[in-house]
């Protein structure tokens, strides 16, 4: 898949895609229904398939100070946006100059002369241009206009209720992975580099591989059963494992993060990049009174996450 990130610098052969448009956070299932339209236009036409979303996302850029709430930040977005198959993503980025655009001049500007898509997919509830004054109706004038299709998708639901990035946040916030997860279409994850720091684990018997979810909506803080993916490195692979999201209360901490320890695993993954996917809250998160209730209860967590994985 290649990634474009400037619209006014778009090669030849990227140009002519049937595209869907959106920030696309956690590419959720209404969000491959999305896709999928586009893919099946793309495959009629012969054209290359392809995203057009926005980095960074634009909640980011009208509300800088707003709580964390992002499902997925652009490397994890991009990774599930591959698997889906998608030719080229078109990541613009998303500043004042993108935001000052009218509706008129982002299709004209932007989607038929910078990016030369020949097809969009957008969902039902798309806004766009300045002030999201553009509408769906509005789009398919300005598509004929300049000279490439609009569908506009329904909204998906599933067993849980409508399809939608907030819903998920919410179902993450209630420790319930499960619900997120049939909403999105696949388990929730979070992806980045393994950070240095305390060793403290490795004391106490299980090490850890420490990441951020700085500027991620963080899950209720706790214990879950999990998948992971070693994306880089000699270690490279699928593992499983027990992940500790919070605050590490025993210790004083006060920065989010997640700590996971990979069942049956042995070596040193300092700097290499994991995705780890949640599949079952375990546990709320909490202080004890010793090292030795500490440990008594991770080997329980250990015990409980190992059966649940098994079962899947």
């Given at each position: 898949m290649r990634i474009i990130r400037d619209h006014h610098q778009v090669a030849a052969e990227a140009r002519g895609a049937s595209a869907a448009i959106g920030n696309f956070d956690g590419v959720h299932r209404g969000h491959q229904t999305v896709i999928d339209i586009a893919r099946d236009v793309a495959a009629r036409e012969g054209a290359p398939l392809g995203v057009v979303t926005f980095e960074p996302h634009p909640r980011e850029v009208f509300a800088p100070e707003a709580p964390p709430f992002r499902l997925m930040n652009a490397v994890a977005?991009?990774?599930?946006?591959?698997?889906?198959?998608?030719?080229?993503?078109?990541?613009?980025?998303?500043?004042?100059?993108?935001?000052?655009l009218s509706a008129e001049a982002f299709a004209r500007d932007v989607l038929a002369r910078g990016l030369g898509l020949s097809h969009v997919v957008v969902g039902a509830d798309f806004r766009f241009g300045k002030?999201?004054?553009?509408?769906?109706?509005?789009?398919?004038?300005?598509?004929?206009?300049?000279?490439?299709?609009?569908?506009?998708?329904?909204?998906?639901?599933?067993?849980?209720?409508?399809?939608?990035?907030?819903?998920?946040?919410?179902?993450?916030?209630?420790?319930?992975?499960?619900?997120?997860?049939?909403?999105?279409?696949?388990?929730?994850?979070?992806?980045?580099?393994?950070?240095?720091?305390?060793?403290?684990?490795?004391?106490?018997g299980y090490p850890t591989a420490n990441m951020s979810i700085a500027g991620l909506h963080p899950p209720r803080?706790?214990?879950?059963?999990?998948?992971?993916?070693?994306?880089?490195?000699?270690?490279?692979?699928?593992?499983?494992?027990?992940?500790?999201?919070?605050?590490?209360p025993m210790f004083g901490e006060n920065q989010p993060n997640i700590e996971t320890y990979l069942f049956d695993f042995d070596g040193d993954l300092y700097g290499e990049e994991l995705s780890v996917a949640l599949v079952d809250f375990l546990r709320s998160e909490e202080r004890f009174d010793s090292l030795e209730a500490l440990i008594a209860q991770m080997d329980d967590d250990s015990a409980r996450a190992r059966a649940i994985l098994a079962a899947e």
């Open positions: 977005k991009a990774h599930r946006l591959e698997k889906l198959g998608i030719d080229t993503l078109f990541e613009l980025p998303f500043g004042p100059q993108l935001a000052e002030k999201r004054a553009g509408t769906t109706d509005q789009l398919r004038e300005l598509g004929a206009e300049f000279g490439f299709g609009v569908t506009v998708a329904e909204l998906v639901r599933a067993e849980t209720g409508q399809v939608s990035s907030t819903r998920i946040r919410e179902a993450l916030s209630a420790g319930l992975p499960r619900d997120a997860a049939e909403m999105l279409g696949h388990r929730h994850r979070i992806e980045g580099p393994v950070l240095n720091g305390d060793r403290r684990g490795r004391d106490l803080f706790g214990v879950y059963a999990v998948e992971i993916d070693i994306l880089t490195g000699p270690h490279a692979g699928p593992r499983t494992g027990v992940a500790s999201i919070g605050v590490r």
